[in-house]
């Protein structure tokens, strides 16, 4: 069993490259049984598509691979925590673990009552959350300068 950080690596390796294309730093992505089925990163600019949010395009890839909607054995690897748009989605997916980088204060689900995520999601957070975090002040720091 790979451990969650080698997943959420690879979820920041996509978020440096939705930075690097001038998309907000945030990259996702589904694991089934130590395997990665779906991946995305933020695209929202270069898609013109407010819903291309990485945990999105990672979801629908997976549901493609499954061949199903359903994404109750799957893990979803996140670098900034998902807003309430994908919590909404990772509900109706049924998700059985999601695992968050950084928090997102501002725009964040958990800071909805009652909670948006189905009950049987497990959650886990703070995997690698100073990477991400940094990650993100880097890149709005830039668009300030």
Known sequence: MLPDEYFMEI???LAEEAADDGEIPVGAVVVSR????????NQTEQ???VTAHAE???LTAA??????????DCTLY????PCVMCAGALYWAQLGRLVVGAPDPKRGH???????????????????A????ALLTKFFRGLRT
């Not at 549901?63 to 109750?72: D, E, M, P, S, V």
């Not at 958990?110 to 690698?128: A, D, M, N």
């Not at 100073?130 to 975090?133: K, L, V």
Request: no cysteine.
């Open 11 to 13: 979820a920041l390796s």
């Open 34 to 41: 130590n395997r990665i089925i779906g991946k995305g990163r």
């Open 47 to 49: 898609l013109g598509d």
């Open 56 to 58: 999105i395009l990672a």
């Open 63 to 72: 549901a493609q691979y499954l061949g199903g909607k359903y994404l109750t």
């Open 78 to 81: 996140v670098t900034l925590e």
């Open 110 to 128: 958990s800071r909805v009552s009652p909670p948006l995520l189905h009950p049987k999601t497990r959650i886990e957070t703070g995997i690698l």
């Open 130 to 133: 100073d990477e991400s975090q």
